[in-house]
């Protein structure tokens, strides 16, 4: 592999940061975090940011009394944005889809549909979700033939005349190249399910929507009547990032959306149907975790379950909340979190876990008043290993699993503490120190991309780079992550 493009979903504008968004965010910052170090800064491109148009962003604006949906979206961006940068999330461009460069490259790229034969117009009759931004199937549907996602009131019955794409005809390609595995779908169960939806049948689906029902969208290319639909011009937002930045071949390298169960079927299924039709290349993998859940529950307002970043950040730092999320990345099925756990996990792994351990050997260090080596050699045989894990698990996107090899670690770190006792010994203890600590610099350096800001803080205090090795006397290192109170 030599470049890497990594993607997450552009967020609905008018929403707020949630636990989900925080943890495909984290995830894809934590991956392009790691090829950074393994293909150098200037081989990745990691891209985030805002599905600004629609019918749930024009309605969120006219309620809360805007009567100019960009003046309402460029407020939301702002909250947005910096929500991103307060968490240190290492994007390389912030999308928004009301950028007119956005715009340009999707009326073009529609205008290639159209004249390549695969857009028809017709009357499209049935539900729409204004929450899901979708027209729904009878497979989308409950028991009571409702949303399972949304309030009633969010879904409307339509009929109206609309641009449809051939979906029907590229759908059973895109089934052979999964079965091929030309296109990733990972983890497995999510890559069956398209593949059984696909057999079912698929039928035609619509791009467009008459502008007398929404307004706030881009104008599908030679009608003024009609706007694109919503998440057809989303899907582009991954070509059209390219594009602004002239960052083009990035698309011809290794190339991964991650995102949620929820929305697979629009990635997996729809976007490289047109992709197809436009004979573009596809992407290579999609990664598609399941949801966070609170307790067993769905999280929502009127549960008054709901866990937020900023709660996470507040309370456990930023690397304990990158830390706790991923590790509760919830990989084939939905995984469980309560703060509670997130509390216990905190305590035993950062807090007594690996703040301890440093605070435990640095002082022992200070103690000896000795010189101690610092550099990231150590044991070859532990390092070659632990790097390869952690590369197998990397390409599965187990980033959870990655968290327990961290666990491990420090674990194994402490049962050595308390076997050898060093304090009893202090001055003819120096050599088991001085490998203790080579560890603790090999693994900060090593799960870097995991906990960013506390390998820098440790080497700032060691006043080490990466690059020089160095021999210096070590100062008690204390507050790494504080107790809970
Ligand atoms: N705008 C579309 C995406 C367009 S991408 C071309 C959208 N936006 S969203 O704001 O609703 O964000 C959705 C993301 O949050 C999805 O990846 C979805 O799966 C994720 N999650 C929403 N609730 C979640 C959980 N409870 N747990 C984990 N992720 C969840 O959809």
Known sequence: MKTFYITTPIY???????LGHFLTTSAADALARYYRQELGEENVFFTTGLDEHGTNVEQSAKKEGYSNIQEYVDRRFNEWKKMFDVSQISY?????????????????????LVDNGDVYKAKYKGKYCNGCEKFLTKSDLDERGLCPLHRPDQVVEVEEENYFFKLSKYAPKVAELLQKNSLRILPDNKKKEILSRINQGVEDISISRPKEKI???IEFPNDSNQVIYVWVEALLNYLSSLHINKKEIFWEGQTTHLLGKDISWFHNVIWPSLLLSAKKPLFKESFVHSFLKVAGQKMSKSLGNVITPQDLISRYGL????????????????SDVTMDYFDK????VLSNGLGNLISRITKLCENTSKEYYLSLGGSLKTQEQLKSKIKDLIKDYKLNEIT???EEQINFLDKEIQTVKPWENLEESQEFLQGVLLH???????FNFILPQTSKKVFAHFNF??????KSKIKHLTGLFPRLS
């Open 215 to 217: 307004s706030w969208g």
């Open 465 to 470: 780079t990466r690059e020089q090795d160095k």
């Open 404 to 406: 327990l090899l961290l």
């Open 319 to 334: 690397d304990g909340a990158r830390f706790l999320i991923l590790s509760s990345l919830p990989y084939k099925n939905d």
């Open 440 to 446: 603790i610099l090999f693994l900060l350096h090593t």
């Open 12 to 18: 609905y504008a008018n929403g707020s940061p949630h």
């Open 345 to 348: 996990k905190y305590s035993a």
């Open 92 to 112: 390389d461009y912030f999308v928004r889809t009301t950028n007119p460069k956005h715009k340009d490259f999707v009326k073009k790229f529609i205008s290639t």
